[in-house]
């Protein structure tokens, strides 16, 4: 099964990098091909409703990702949301996540903005039809050390193990209802 992990903090490394990076190491160990996208290394456009559907970048991003079983978002949350560049990934690439399964990792500077992936999931569901995991995984600064790494034995490592396992099963019945829905 092929796996997009998309990286959408701009800054390289970070909590957002190493949780991309672990994601890869779980898919890998479960035998499936995971592939990491970082934002900041993209060259996308903004979007802007028209132009940015002709950018080569655009059009060879959302490529790769038509080509994915499921697609994992890695994204901070800024302002009780998704960074801007995680909503403007949407809207250039937003075909190709059209009946995928879908999984959401946030991290945060506090517990209190828990909720607020949910606008951006409902979008996922309603726009593009995603199956969309219930168990996204929601990781605070505390949960870190210094390094921005996680401890061994954190509960976000095991939430991380469990959408690991997870998605793929949601990617293959995300399948078989794109079959449905073709025939």
Known sequence: ????????????????????????SLF?????EAVVFHAGDLSLPACDGR??????????LTERLAGMDAIVLVSPIYNFDLNAAAKNLIELTGNSWKGKAVALVCTAGGDRSYLSPLGFMNSL?????????????????????????????????????????????????ARRIRTLSES
């Open 125 to 173: 569901s309603l726009d593009y039809r995603c199956l969309l995991s219930p168990r996204f995984v929601f990781a605070i600064r505390s949960d870190f050390r210094e390094d921005n790494t996680l401890a061994e034995d954190s509960p976000v490592r095991t939430r991380l193990a469990h959408l690991a396992q997870e998605l793929p099963i949601l990617a293959e019945a």
């Open 1 to 24: 099964m092929k796996i997009a992990i998309i990286n959408s903090n701009l800054a390289s490394g970070g909590k957002t990098g190493y949780i991309a990076g672990e994601l890869e």
């Open 51 to 60: 132009l940015c559907y002709k950018d080569e970048n655009a059009i060879a």
């Open 28 to 32: 890998g160990a479960g035998g499936h």
